[in-house]
Structures are given as C-alpha cells and as structure tokens.
C-alpha cells in the first residue's frame, strides 16, 4: 500500500481512538452481512427460468427470474400485449420531456410548446383510435407507464393553478386571501389517502343523476387537488423571495396587476422555485404509488398482483427491490439534478450581487 | 402619491377599490353556487340510494373485531364511535412511538454524516438517500412481506437478542413485571421535573440578580433521576422482568408488536429519519464557525459553549421544518391501511363499507387530522415567535 494511500486512512478513518472503533465496527458488520446478500441476490440468484419451480429448489437465492418474466407486466400493466410498444414508446417519450426540461438552454417559450405537443402525443398513442391505432379504454392502462402519467399530468394541470393560488394567497382582497388560505391549509393538513377516498367514494356523490366520471380521472383529480396546495406554497416562498423593490419599479412603469406579474415578478420568482419544485414533483411522484389504495393499477399495484399468482407467490421481497429500484431510479436522478441546479443558480446569484 | 385631498369618490370601474370589491363580490358567489350545486346533488344522490346522512350511525352496533386494542377495551358488539376511538388511540400510538424512535435515530444519521470519518458519513449519505427516494408505501409492503412471509414461525423464531423474538407473528419483546412502586415512580419523575423546572428559573434569576452561577443543570438532572430511583429503593427495588416464552403455536408473556404494527412502526421511523437526519445536519451547519470561535474567546468551556451558544441557535432553524417532520408521520401513518394495520383511516374504510355513510366517514378522517395539524401548527407559531431573534426585521 502506497504511503498516500496510508495517509488517507489515517486521516479519514482512524484520526482518532473514537473513530478507529467506529471503522472497526462498521467493517465488521459489513462482514457480517454483505457476503449473505451478495451471495443471496447474485451468486445463487436464478435469473432465469422456464418455469417457477427452478426458484423454490433448494439453497436458491433471488429468485431474478419472477421480474423477467413479469417485466411486461409491472411496466405496461394490462394494455393488450401485442399493443406494448405503445405505452414503452409513450414511457421514452415522457424521459424524453424530463431530460429536455431540465438543459437550461432549452427554457425558452418553446418548451411550453413542447409540453403540450408531448403529452398530446402520449395521449393520443395511448387512447389510439387514429391513425389505425386500436382504440384502448383507459381501464387498461397499467404499470409504470400509469405512473408517469398521474404524476406528469397532475403536475402539468395543478401547475398553473397554483400559480393563482399562490397569487390569492398573497393578494390584497381579504376574501380571496381568505379563500385560499383555507384551502391550502385544509388540503395540507389532511393525509393524501382522505382526498384518494373522497375522489372514490364521495365525488360520485358529488354529481347530477347520470354524469360519471371514472375512476383514473377521478383519482387524477384528487392528485391535482393535493398537489395544488403544496406547490402553490413554494410558488408562494419564490414571490417572497423577490424584493419588494421589483413590485415598485413595475408600478412605478404603469404595468397592470396582470402584466407585473407576467412580466416582471413571475419569470424570477419561478425561476428560484425551480429546485423546490423538482423537490415537491419528486414527493408527488413518490405518492402516486398510494392509489394502489383506492385500486388503481399503478407500478406497485403492478408488482402486488403479480405476487398474488400463486405460482410466483413468496418472492416478494425481490418484487418490492425491484419497484424500489425503478421508483430510486426516478427520484435520485431528480434529486441529484435539483441540488445541482440549486447550487447552479445560487452562484449565477451571488456573481449578480458581485457586479452590483 | 398624491396629497390632494379626494373631491368625489366615482364609482367607476376603473377605480382599483371597486374592482377589488367586485371580484371579491364575484368570487363568494362563485363559491357559494359551486357548493349549493354539489349539496343539491349530493343530497338528490343520498335520497335516490335510500342512505340517510348524519352521524347516527355511530351509535350501532359495529359488528367487526380490531385486530389490536390500545388503552380502551373493544368487542364486535361495541358501537362505530367506539370502534373509531379505537382507531383514533392506535394512530396516535403509532405516531407518538415513531416521534420518538425517529428524533433518535435521525438525529444519529444526521450527525454521523457530519462525522469526519469517511465510511461513517457515505453510509449515512447512503442510507438518508436510499430512503428519501423510494415511496414509504413501497417500503411499507417491503417491511410486511419481511416479517408476515420471510421470518420463521414461532417454534424457528429468531432470537437476535435474549428474550426478543423474531417470527411471522411478529416482534415479541420482554416487559417489566408491573408493580404498584412502577406508578409512584413516574409520580416521582414528574415532582422532579418540576422541581428541576423550578430550580433552573431560580438559578437563572440568581444568577441574574448576583452574577452567581448555580449548577441547575446537573442538580435538575440529579432530581428528574434520584427522585424515581429514591422510591424504587424505599419500595425494595421491585424489578421483574417478564420474557416471552414459546406456549403451544406461539408466544406468551412478555409483549408482542404484531406484523402489521412492527412493519408500520419500523417503515414510518426508518422514513422520516432520513428526513430527520438531513434536517439536524443543516441546523448544525447553519451555526456560524464564528460562533463556536466567539464563545471560545469569552472563556465558555465547549459544554458551556454548545448549550449556552450552539444550540440555541441551532434548534431555531431545526424546530420549524421537525415539527412539520412529526406531522407527516402523523398523517403518513394513515398508510396503515395498506398493511391492515387498524389505525383511524383503515377503521373509518370499513365503517364507511358497511354503512355507505362515506360523507360523515371522510368528514370524521379529514376532522381528526386537522385538528392535529392546527394544534401543531398553533404550537409552532407560539414557538416561532418565542425563540424569533429578538429586534430581527421580520422575514
């Protein structure tokens, strides 16, 4: 071992009798338990199999082969098979409209445009009925394509709105503050599973004889409706964030309460929103996996009624790794980006503070 | 700014008071004929399926079994609101257990990732991001397939600690023999507390007055311990503990969490620690290093200088986003009814299946939890303007 090496050792490791301890103790238990796992999720793990039983013959570890053959299953649900490449293609098309979101020479009017192309697209590709597309009844629709679209949707659809609410929140008029104060306090203040069930069982009750909605929409509701009252508070921290100078000097140009939003105290206070609002989209994607709840069949519902197949049943801690792999996969690669921005933008700050 | 004075006030539309006042006007209206439309519905709704609304029904006769109890007895001849009272002691037995166990372990996390010994700080940035990123329902059913599907049953029952066992029919633990002094003790626990309270704002006003220190803070420590250890001597140290024991198909004596609640429990603490962790790590990253540098110069010893300094500021930006942490795991662990835990959501679900009475049903969830966000929220703004810098300009 080179002498570089040593004395990074000591420096990060064993620096002191405390710590030394604490190195010895951590490598023992890493002892202790790393060689069972990867024996268990690698070296005796069947990846492959014809059929279940190769997974209960004895000494086997993971048994891989449940999410090989369940692949199509957990990530496209019950969409007719031979019409999968629909919703796959729909999937590259939603990474696709993340990964241009978040290259900042692409925040230029066009990306709005973009969107709505994008997610017309995605609708079209997933109702079909065009362009020789066998139609499929939303019913269908499954897995983790489902999950992409309640939660890009929803955020899309309770985006703008809280932007108003945000803005009533912060308004002049005491009972449009009141207003939504109100609902933005109720809506936190009660767990996302009462507004999954309200959507249920009580928005049926909600309409006229004869009007229904079903259950996808009525569950996209609940999420829009949720997910309003969380980002409309971080809207609400960016508009804070703008010195009151810039409110002034908009006046002081004669714009109207519209267009000194629009123009001048909106573009920057969404702009230091950004990094909280991945962080609230990361959250929101996270509590879509709780319409498994209200019997929707998302990524987990997915991976749940695969385990209920007699056949494969008893594997389900590889079932639950798996969705956790895709629901990490997701999530850190947001996170990751979002404190990369966050340190971004806060440098393009403090250099703006420097010229002043 | 004009001072002129106003000659006419014109009712005009271009006038900004007259529009506020118009939208305003606009918007109750708004308001008012959304909800008077979806009453009519409703109520049109609940006639043409015969169910009558109200909360009458809370006084039938249930007819289901809870799967576990906390502090009140129940039976399936036990009416709803019993049966919902249940629910309501069962989340908060959840939720008050899982406060506490993730203050511990996320304050540890937090820290350990502040440790400047490197493999303990990756593997505690590892452990906040691997659970920060996986939906707490996923990890929830991961916990349950853990326990309910993969442990031994009870005869094979793992047993990582004397008197712990681990089964398929969940975690049984030891508990002390209770004994009359038990009850005294606590009795004692509280005169002490108060006594320590008592005795820090005497100390504090001493010291205020002549400039004399008081140890208040050992002596505090000395009376919360030494009165209860006191009585537990006086009383021949009554101490027995009960172990768990395999009778017939699985165990008795000592106490036993079952699947569901050690799944719930283990799931919402191992969740909201990494939260926890990463709210710890930037209030003791928000203290200026100047600030330890300072109290060095005026001679505090670093005890003195963590307490009287450190902390203090700290907590000011730990406390806010914490208690909004204790609230999500308040309101999370209405999961619970994902596993079959019996907590308020999952009873109030099956009352509403039976009576069809989903209004009052969702009214009775939605009423609960407000009530404890407002009461948390109530406390955190009383807080907030105790420990507000004083003479700050407001945020």
Known sequence: MSARALNWLRANLFYSVPSALATLVLLALAWKLVPPFVEWAFVNAVWRAPDPSACRAAGSGACWAFIAEKHRFILFGTYPYAQQWRPGLGILLFIALYVVSALRVCWRPWLALAWVGGLALIGMLMWGG???????????????????????FGIAAAFPLSILLALGRRSNMPAVRTASVVYIEMIRGVPLISLLFM???????????????????????????????????????????????????????????????????????????????????????????????????DLLTAVKVALNEPAWSGHGIEAYLFASLVYFAFCFSMSKYSQRLERDLARGRRHILRED | MSTAPRLRRSWSLYDLRVRAILYQVLLVVAVGLVAWFLILNTTHNLEARKIASGFGFLDREAGFAIGETTLVAYSAADSY??????????????????????TLIGTLIGLARLSRNWLLSRLAAGYVEAMRNVPLLVQLFFWYT?????????????????????????????????????????????????????????????????????????????????????????????????????????????????????????????????????????????????QFEAAYALGLRPRRAMRLVILPQALRVIVPPMTSQFLNLTKNSSLAVAIGYPDLVSIANTTMNQTGQAIEGIAIIMAVYLTISLAISAFMNWYNKRIALKGARPA
């Open chain 2, 146 to 290: 853990v326990i309910a599907d993969n442990l031994p049953g009870p005869r094979q029952a793992l047993s990582p600690l004397p008197g712990v066992f681990l089964s398929n029919r969940g975690i049984a633990l030891p508990v002390l023999h209770a004994h009359p002094a038990h009850a005294w003790m606590g009795a004692a626990l509280a005169a002490g507390a108060v006594g320590a309270w008592w005795l820090a704002r005497w100390a504090k006003r001493r010291q205020a007055l002549t400039g004399q220190p008081f140890p208040s803070l050992a002596a505090g420590t000395a009376l919360v311990l030494g009165l209860p250890l006191l009585v537990f001597l006086a009383a021949g140290a009554p101490l027995r503990i009960e172990l768990p024991a395999l009778r017939g198909f699985n165990f008795s004596g000592g106490m036993t969490l079952t699947p569901e609640f050690a799944a719930l429990l283990g799931g919402l603490t191992t969740y909201t620690a990494a939260f926890i962790a990463e709210i710890v790590r930037a209030g003791v990253l928000a203290v200026d290093r100047g």
């Open chain 1, 130 to 152: 065009v362009f020789g597309l066998p139609y499929v009844e939303n019913e269908r629709w499954g897995g983790l394509m489902l999950t992409l679209i309640l939660a890009t």
């Open chain 1, 199 to 297: 959507a249920s069982v009580m928005l049926p009750l909600f309409l006229p004889a004869g009007v229904s909605i079903d259950k996808l929409l009525r569950a996209q509701i609940a999420m829009v409706m949720f997910a309003v009252a969380y980002l409309a508070e971080v809207v609400r921290g960016g508009l804070q964030a703008i010195p009151n100078g810039q409110y002034e000097a908009a006046e002081a140009l004669g714009l109207s309460y519209w267009r000194k939003m629009l123009l001048i105290i909106l573009p920057q206070a969404l702009r230091i929103s950004i990094p909280p609002l991945v962080n609230t989209f990361i959250a929101f994607f996270k509590d879509t996996s709780l319409v498994v709840i209200i019997g929707l069949f």
């Open chain 2, 81 to 102: 609101l019993r049966a919902l009272t249940v629910g309501v002691l069962n989340t908060f037995r959840v939720a008050l257990i899982g406060v506490f166990a993730a």
